[in-house]
């Protein structure tokens, strides 16, 4: 009787024993536990990320928002998704746990950087996020010339002609020998500098990194600053849609030589009497022949006939009637007047240009 009571003792013993180890080593039983993820306005959330916390262990809900997963009765369940504040629930034994997740306002500004992402607040270099919906109101083939004015420090100069090449300068100049910046296209450095292949409408992030920061991710090929291109564009949900994009432009020389170049007769008088009259000279016979009275210059019919061709002249001695049937090459010579030609305006005209895009 004494051995059989001895026996249950050290046997309740042991289970007990087994119990507190077990409590001591917080492993707690393992449970299924499902449930459904809906944002605030209870809609299912898909792909929603559903992780035990302290664990490897996790899921991702499906088109419905369900989940299923397995966890301690103790555990945590941590909830994450994009846009949505993430959620922490403690499972407390509990088979089902339904979770509402509230959308964030906003979303903080990410700049891509190399081979990664980083918050703009965490950002320390010299780091420019190029606003695409700007740059895209100019009608333009290429789209560097896009940045000219959109990023401080960035430069872009090109000869107008069409599918020229665009000049970039980040910081000015720095070396005697190749100073253009480095071009990443979807995370692929691209070895020319020559990047109008590019359509404008199919970019969506231009991000300038100007600081010497950045050659400790692409090395010396980013010593004049790197011009990182994405054109990846996202699928919008609905039924398929065909957008039309027409825009066009007309693109005129604003300023020209002509604003330091003589391209009128009576303008350059105006320098050749003000040398005489700075020198303290009188305005010679010569150059009254040619525009007349210094006071009142005008241009005269003929700045040039042979003797016996001018049929009339004026007191300043310039011909006012030829007689055209006595002129020959070389010999006898009518050479006609003329206010000038102002070549800028005649050979530099309105470009008319234009952007089609279809998508």
């Known amino acids: 009787m004494r051995s059989a009571l001895s026996i249950r003792a050290a046997g309740l013993g042991m289970l007990l024993m087994l119990a507190v180890s077990v409590t001591a080593n917080g492993q707690a039983p393992q449970i299924p536990v499902t449930g459904t993820v809906t944002s605030s306005s209870g809609t299912p959330l898909p792909g929603v990320t559903v992780r035990v916390q302290n664990s490897n262990v996790r899921t991702v809900t499906n088109s419905a928002g369900k989940y299923s997963v397995t966890a301690p009765t103790d555990g945590v369940l941590t909830f994450s998704f994009v846009g949505q504040r993430p959620v922490q629930t403690t499972v407390a034994g509990r088979g089902t746990i339904d979770v509402t997740m509230a959308q964030i306002p906003y979303l903080e500004e990410v700049v891509v950087t190399g081979y990664t992402e980083q918050r703009r607040g965490d950002i320390t270099g010299g780091v420019a996020t190029v606003d695409v919906a700007s740059a895209a109101r100019p009608t333009s083939a290429s789209v560097i010339s896009r940045l000219d004015a959109e990023v401080p420090g960035v430069t872009v100069a090109s000869s107008g002609s069409p599918g020229s090449r665009s000049t970039v300068r980040i910081r000015g100049i720095s070396s005697f020998q190749n100073n253009d910046p480095l071009y990443v296209i979807d995370g692929t450095p691209v070895q020319d500098s020559y990047v109008n292949f590019l359509n404008p409408n199919d970019i969506t992030s231009v991000q300038v990194l100007k600081d010497a920061s950045a050659a400790s991710i692409y090395g010396s090929r980013a010593s004049n600053g790197v011009i990182l291109i994405e054109t990846t564009k996202k699928g919008i949900a609905g039924p398929p849609r065909t957008t039309l994009r027409v825009r066009t432009g007309r693109q005129t020389p604003v300023r020209g030589y002509d604003d330091i170049l003589l391209t009128n007769s009576l303008d350059y008088f105006k320098v050749v009497k003000a040398s005489y009259d700075n020198a303290g000279l009188a305005i010679p016979d010569a150059v009254k022949q040619i525009f007349g009275d210094p006071n009142n210059p005008t241009v005269p019919a003929y700045i040039f006939a042979e003797k016996g ?51």
């Not at 001018?310 to 310039?318: I, L, M, N």
């Not at 006012?320 to 007047?337: E, H």
């Not at 005649?346 to 998508?359: K, L, Q, S, T």
Request: charged share 15%.
């Open 309 to 359: 061709t001018a049929t009339a002249v004026d007191q300043f001695g310039r011909p006012t009637a030829v007689d055209m049937s006595k002129y020959s090459y070389p010999r006898s010579l009518i050479i006609p007047g003329s206010t000038g030609t102002n070549w800028w305006q005649a050979v530099f005209g309105p470009a008319y240009v234009g952007d089609y895009n279809m998508d």
